[in-house]
């Protein structure tokens, strides 16, 4: 079998660049997954399902004697809505579903699969007609490892923490942030020269003690977003990537969603004193079941430190390019690491600050599925409204995302209103309340904040209500009146209109209650 030249690709993609990244290169820490691509013709050619149910019209074996992991790579894929592709992986039976929408996110690729081989099935939705499959390629991994560390001992150890991803098939570290849909960082030229087409894994496992890379199931794999990727490579202290991952097909979840766990950041660096740490945590290189399985280190912050460019002492290896620079003992994240640069006696290893302008940028700026009005997780409805005197229960709800700095609205809107009455918004940051309240409830707890009563607008909607009220929240969070919304403030709101017409001494109705979590 001949092994891939990912030294000219590497040589390609790096004469593309500005003279000051090819400088950078030598110490760029990826760890890039040993493998060799193997031709794998197989075409099912177009077929049926005349059957009422799902049926398997097509299978093929992909075994690979001796691979430790098997990856397959698609083409002449036509699915009918309902129809899907199944790969099992023999070892431990681990399964994945394409339907088409999960074809294209993938790029027309599988997950990793541990093991020499994986069943690959066509199911066909009841009545489907031209269904096809076809295989080009069988990906398997192989043994590379190396190491670079600050002074003679390598003082990394295992860790397990939930945030952190590794991506392949680059050999880069990536990490869930506290934006508003949970994306994440990495060094740019990561993506750079690795390119797009990246899976991002959570929850690795140990590698096999020859040092073979091993992946976690389907479920803790994630195809990234290419819509969303933005990315700058020039220089050390200028080198950063900001993307998001399509949800899981086999969970629905988000990897925020599932992991349920963010770095918070800090885009002020601290000046450097000698009693700051810096930790490190990540996929890099090493000997054993630690090659490319999760370790951190801590160590001293270097005195080199100053302006976007972040050094210190701390061990890293190739496979830690866009592990998270974070200050000990605060926890808080205050940069990408990039760059290797310790030997046996001595030196610092760098990265990027989060002060980088064009970071900045792209996080006030997210694109793809990063984007807030793509869903924002932390925004739900609770308690409930009572009745108005048209026999319709007002309710409330939040479309967009609440925020410090997006430009995008968020809207919080009230429906089934007594239209052409006054109506006030009352908010609160002291949480959920479920309180009897002018026969019916009260849902935020006091004390609260209310604004400004507001005409309720006549939505020309179905009779008899057809009340609606809007008001966008973000010209709240951003006017700085209320210096309490901050990001990571939970706010809890509730409309209350006037209704004349009740006649329970109160005259007035109430929304069910809205919760929601402000983002950066």
Partial sequence: MTSPQPGRALRTACAALALAAAADVASAQMGPMARESLPWAYDSGPLANPDAADRVVASETVLVAGAPWIRVYFENVSLAPGSFVRVTGHAE??????????????????????????????????????????????????????????????????????????????????????????????AGHCTVIGGSNQTIEFNVPLSLPDGTLQHPPPQDQYPMDASSLQEQWTTIGDDWAYFGVFANGVTGLTAGEAQGAFYTLDDTPPVWNPFISIRITGYGTASGVLNQAQKTHVGPMDSGSGGTILRYATDTTGGNSGSPVVEEPGGLAIGIHTNGGCGSTGGSNSGTALNNAGLQAALANPLGVCFPDQGNPDVTTYCTGKQNSLGCVPFIGGTGSPSVSQAVAFQVRAGDMIPNEAALLSYS????????????????????????????????????????????????????????????????????????????????????????????
């Fill in 429 to 520: 940051l002291n949480g959920r309340s479920n309180l009897d309240f002018h026969g019916g409830k009260l849902c935020v707890k006091a004390p609260f904040v209310r604004l400004l009563p507001v005409k309720i607008a006549n939505a020309n909607g179905a009779p008899p209500c057809t009340g609606t009220v809007t008001i966008n929240f973000n010209n709240r969070i951003q006017s700085g009146n209320d210096p309490l919304l901050t990001a990571g403030a939970q706010v809890n709101a509730q409309y209350r209109g006037r209704d004349a017409a009740l006649g329970d001494g109160f005259n007035d109705s109430l929304t069910n209650g809205l919760e929601f979590t402000i983002c950066p």
């Fill in 93 to 186: 039976g681990w399964v994945q579903e394409l339907d088409a929408e999960e074809m294209r996110r993938w790029n027309r690729a599988s997950a990793y699969f541990n093991g020499e081989a994986v069943q690959v099935e066509l199911v066909s939705a009841p009545g489907a007609v031209g269904d096809r499959v076809g295989l080009r390629t069988a990906e398997i991994g192989a043994l590379n490892a190396y190491e670079t560390i600050c002074g003679p001992v390598d003082d990394r150890q295992p860790s397990n923490d939930a945030r952190q991803g590794r991506m392949v098939p680059v050999g880069c570290t990536a990490w869930l942030l506290d934006d508003c849909n949970h994306c994440l960082l990495a």
